[in-house]
């Protein structure tokens, strides 16, 4: 057990719609990133927070959205799905920048369809 | 290019070694990792290795890392079934946000 708690494990929705994926991070750890995984992209890096504040971002639609709350568990907001955006939504939290050898913690992920 | 490559498959025999091989392109990288991927769990760190260091060993597990070539590898010494799961190689280069490979599926055969 990672310690990272993701809801919900599996989502079935339709095109056009909008969820929201939880995460709540190990205790402790301020940074929270989200990575899509599916079969032709690989594990691709979305966005990363630090401490409420957005730090970095990667590929990231401009369809999605995050933030990281003041107890520090984040949440994903995907609108206007296409069914393109079916994928395991990982999210991963660590102790932040320059934190010992920066190994991320992964929960074990959200699987969402589009139909 | 993709920033790290990797094969996407490997299948050895149950108490052969297995080698599993990662290039990556940002020189930068402080840490360079090795995750593995367990059927419907999430990824967990299974070692890494300093840019300064050549080789790192964990029981079974041996890290060799070239930085002319920007080559990583991965050795599991006597595989067991337990092995299969999916590995994956990370850099972080000078952003520390781990860019992965697509991962290399590992598949013990008894």
């Known amino acids: 057990d990672s310690g990272v708690t993701q809801t919900p494990k599996h989502l079935i929705t339709a095109t056009g719609q909008r969820v929201t994926l939880r995460c709540s991070p190990r205790?402790?750890?301020?940074?929270v990133y989200w990575y899509q995984q599916s079969l032709d992209q690989g594990l691709q890096f979305l966005i990363q927070y630090y401490n409420g504040e957005e730090r970095a971002k990667g590929n990231i639609l401009e369809r999605f959205s995050a933030q990281q709350f003041p107890d520090l568990h984040s949440e994903l907001n995907l609108s206007s799905l296409e069914l393109g955006d079916s994928a395991l939504y990982f999210c991963a939290s660590s102790g932040g920048e320059g934190s010992g050898t920066g190994e991320l913690f992964f929960g074990e992920g959200s699987r969402l369809t589009v139909l | 290019g993709e920033d790290v490559e990797q094969s996407l498959f490997l299948s050895v025999r149950e108490g052969d070694s297995s080698v599993i091989n990662c290039t990556y392109t940002?020189?930068?990288?402080?840490?360079l990792y090795w995750y593995k991927q367990e059927p419907g769990a999430g990824l967990q760190l299974l070692t890494y290795i300093f840019s300064n260091m050549d080789m790192k060993q964990d029981q079974r597990l041996t890290v060799l890392l070239n930085k002319k070539d920007k080559h990583l590898s991965l050795r599991i010494a006597d595989t067991q079934t337990g092995d299969s799961a999916i590995y994956f190689c990370a850099e972080t280069g000078g952003s520390y946000i781990p860019t992965f490979g697509r991962g290399t599926s590992l598949i013990v055969h008894p």
């Open positions: 940002d020189s930068s990288s402080t840490y």
């Open positions: 205790s402790g750890d301020l940074s």
